[in-house]
T-cell receptor
Framework: QSALTQPASVSGSSGQSITISCTGT?????????VSWYQQHPDRAPKLMIY???NRPSGISDRFSGSKSGNTASLTISGLQAEDEADYYC?????????FGSGTKVTVL | QVQLVQSGAEVKKTGSSVKVSCKAS????????ITWVRQAPGQGLEWMGG????????DYAQKFQGRVAITTDESTSTAYMELRSLRSDDTAIYYC?????????WGQGTLITVSS
């Protein structure tokens, strides 16, 4: 069981939009309706940002959105803000396997 | 408000075992699914396994099969994760979280340090 593949880092200027990819296989991301995304600030527990591919929990800004195409899921952050600087992880759940992504460090320039 | 409160940091010897607790408040544990995730220093998140308390059925990542046990005590609304035969690369922060398909509430994390 290998981690899902994410870019190690993504950066953008304040106000811009960025997209983080999460690539798996037809056995995990490609077949899962349960892809979620987590934000983690240093020395903090992860926080759920997106679930079931494209749903936002209550209280999460609509600047965060999710999508999926084939074996790749994506998280888009629009109107990038300083507080968005953090690590982001995708997670794919199926009844046979649960995998996290390798993580992406987002830097706001 | 759902809260998951974990036990404190521990230092363990190589080859020993550790049992981390995760106490739920704000709702009945039997209504939760509980997942355990770990994070080695400077590394990413790693799924260890999960449990459906009402059925007592646990599922584990292949990597930890035979070495980990996830249990619950509904009378105290507490979930446990026991890891045996500890190695130095088990040094990590261990998190409990509510859910299986999505993890919407997380404990604060428990640092387990393994040394010889």
């Amino acid at each position: 069981q290998s981690a899902l593949t994410q870019p190690a880092s993504v950066s953008g200027s304040s106000g811009q939009s960025i997209t983080i990819s999460c690539t798996g296989t037809s056995s995990d991301v490609g077949t899962s309706n349960y892809v979620s995304w987590y934000q983690q600030h240093p020395d903090r527990a992860p926080k759920l940002m997106i679930y079931d591919v494209n749903n936002r929990p209550s209280g999460i800004s609509d600047r965060f959105s999710g999508s999926k195409s084939g074996n790749t899921a994506s998280l888009t952050i629009s109107g990038l803000q300083a507080e968005d600087e953090a690590d982001y992880y995708c997670m794919s759940y199926t009844t046979s396997n649960t995998l996290f992504g390798s993580g992406t460090k987002v830097t706001v320039l | 408000q759902v809260q998951l409160v974990q036990s404190g940091a521990e230092v363990k010897k190589t080859g020993s075992s550790v049992k981390v607790s995760c106490k739920a408040s704000g709702a009945n544990l039997s209504n939760y699914l509980i997942t355990w995730v770990r994070q080695a220093p400077g590394q990413g998140l790693e799924w260890m396994g999960g449990i459906i308390p009402v059925f007592g059925i646990a599922d584990y990542a292949q990597k930890f099969q035979g070495r980990v046990a996830i249990t619950t005590d509904e009378s105290t609304s507490t979930a446990y994760m026991e890891l045996r035969s500890l190695r130095s690369d088990d040094t990590a922060i261990y998190y409990c979280a509510r859910g299986i398909q999505l993890l919407d509430y997380w404990g604060q994390g428990t640092l387990i340090t393994v040394s010889s």
